[in-house]
């Protein structure tokens, strides 16, 4: 029972326009969000999180919004650089975090110079 | 300052052997996680420590795998009688559990089981 979706396995985007990675989530308790980024033989790297009191953070480059009536969230970058080829997990939290974290599979995305 | 450091970064083993994994976290954290990453998988989570206690252990796939912390600092990731279904990439995280609760990931180790 996957509790965190990501249906797109893959993403390639042109330098300067915007990335828009999707995440789905069917656990009601979740209210914790986190997007992490992970490059070939590295541990994943925390990118931008939001509460489930929130509808958007931003940070940077990066935003996060979240619309908890659809239980889907989804990560924008703009404008996507070439250093952000990577692959992207959205990953869920109860007890506004402070548990495990539930991953998607992943997003792989591609920027094209 | 010091990240997450794991090791080894990678373990060869025979199926049938036991291998330990070390996690070391960053320095304060009080929480500290394990997941692992199977090929073509997400990440998987295996137990959570809160100080030396294991308060969430449901992720553990058989009594084959235990995990014990001490002061409050490393642990050790230990799975007995390896199978070949147990390779992968296995990841600890800490974090500080004050006001922000972002898990901060080492860089793994990647564990065969031949």
């Known amino acids: 029972d996957q509790q965190v979706k990501q249906n797109s396995p893959s993403l390639s985007v042109q330098e300067g326009r915007i990335s828009i990675l999707n995440c789905d989530y069917t656990?009601?308790?979740?209210?914790?969000f986190l997007w992490y980024k992970k490059y070939p033989a590295e541990g994943p790297t925390f990118l931008i999180s939001?509460?489930?009191?929130?509808d958007k953070n931003e940070d940077g480059r990066f935003t996060v919004f979240l619309n908890k009536s659809a239980k889907h969230l989804s990560l924008h970058i703009v404008p996507s650089q070439p250093g952000d080829s990577a692959v992207y997990f959205c990953?869920?939290?109860?007890?506004?975090?402070?548990?495990?974290?539930?991953f998607g599979t992943g997003t792989r995305l591609t920027i094209i110079p | 300052g010091a990240g997450v450091s794991q090791s080894p970064s990678n373990k060869v083993t025979e199926k049938g052997k036991d291998v330990e994994l070390r996690c070391d976290p960053i320095?304060?954290?009080?929480?500290l996680y394990w997941y692992r990453q199977r090929l073509g998988q997400g990440l998987e989570f295996l137990i959570y420590?809160?100080?030396?206690?294991?308060?969430?252990k449901s992720g553990l796939p058989s009594d084959r795998f235990s995990a014990e912390r001490t002061g409050e600092s490393v642990s050790t990731l230990t799975i007995q009688r390896t199978q070949q279904e147990d390779s992968a990439v296995y990841l600890c995280?800490?974090?500080?559990?004050?006001?922000?609760?972002?898990?901060?990931f080492g860089p793994g180790t990647r564990l065969t089981v031949t």
């Open positions: 995280a800490s974090s500080f559990q004050g006001d922000s609760y972002e898990q901060y």
């Open positions: 320095s304060g954290h009080t929480a």
């Open positions: 656990n009601s308790m979740f209210d914790y």
């Open positions: 939001i509460s489930s009191i929130k």
């Open positions: 420590f809160q100080g030396n206690s294991a308060p969430d």
């Open positions: 990953a869920a939290s109860g007890n506004f975090g402070n548990e495990k974290l539930t």
